[in-house]
Structures are given as C-alpha cells and as structure tokens.
C-alpha cells in the first residue's frame, strides 16, 4: 500500500519557524499534486497550500491561502522524494494538526487547496503543530 509520511511537527514559540517534510516511499511525488492540509477538531480540512504536479502533466503552479502567504513556502527536493512546507512566523491560532496529500494533477492547483479530497489519492497519517509561550 503507498503511504504518505509527514514529519517535522512540534512545539515552537509564537514567531518561531518549522519545516515540515512529506515524503512517499513506493512512489514518485513528481507525478502527483501535493497539498498541505490542516484541520482543527471538528472542522474540514483547510487548504494551507499547494502544488502541481512537477512531471509536465500540469503547469505545476503553486497555490497559497491568504491567511499563510508570505510566511509559508512550498519546495520540491525531487532527488530525495520529498516536497517540503517551511513555515514562519508562526502565530497561536496556527495549531493544529498538518496533513500532505497526493493527489492525481488538478485542473488548477487552487482546486485542490479548495476541495481537499479526503476521498482520492494519498494522505498522511498527519503532523502536530503546536504554537504556544
């Protein structure tokens, strides 16, 4: 079964940084669109941020929500298999449980921020991130 691993979570101090790392061991992540996801108890999945694939299957764009841009970035490192989510300045109400999710490329790259398909593709088991003095 192909699975998706997400490390990286922890406990940091408001203004502080983390780079979460998603990685797949059966299968390439080139070939797939990958976002980010979070979701507090409760609630749907939030888009934070995602991107196309990386193969030519799509324009590989990249899509950011507004309440992250400019303090979260996405990156590829394709020889290590391995898409990452660097985050600053991180603020209280961020906590939250982090998700990475593989998905067959989107139409848009906004789409799958948008729709999270909890339903289709890949998904982590998730990471926790905990903002707090």
């Known amino acids: 079964q192909a699975q998706i691993v997400e490390s990286g979570g922890g406990l940091v101090q408001p203004g502080g940084s983390l780079r979460l790392s998603c990685t797949a061991s059966s299968f390439s992540l080139d070939h797939y669109a990958i976002g980010w996801f979070r979701q507090a108890p409760g609630k749907e999945y939030e888009g934070v941020v995602c991107?196309?694939?990386?193969?030519?299957?799509?324009?590989?764009?990249?899509y950011y929500a507004a309440t992250v841009e400019g303090r979260f970035t996405i990156s590829r490192d394709k020889a290590k298999n391995t898409v990452y989510l660097q985050m600053s300045g991180l603020r209280p109400e961020d906590p939250s449980v982090y998700y990475c999710?593989?998905?067959?490329?989107?139409?848009?790259?906004?789409?799958?921020?948008?729709?999270?398909?909890?339903?289709?593709?890949?998904w982590g088991q998730g990471t926790q991130v905990t903002v707090s003095s």
């Open positions: 991107i196309n694939s990386s193969d030519g299957s799509s324009d590989g764009s990249t």
């Open positions: 999710a593989a998905v067959p490329p989107m139409l848009t790259t906004q789409r799958l921020c948008d729709v999270a398909p909890s339903h289709v593709g890949h």
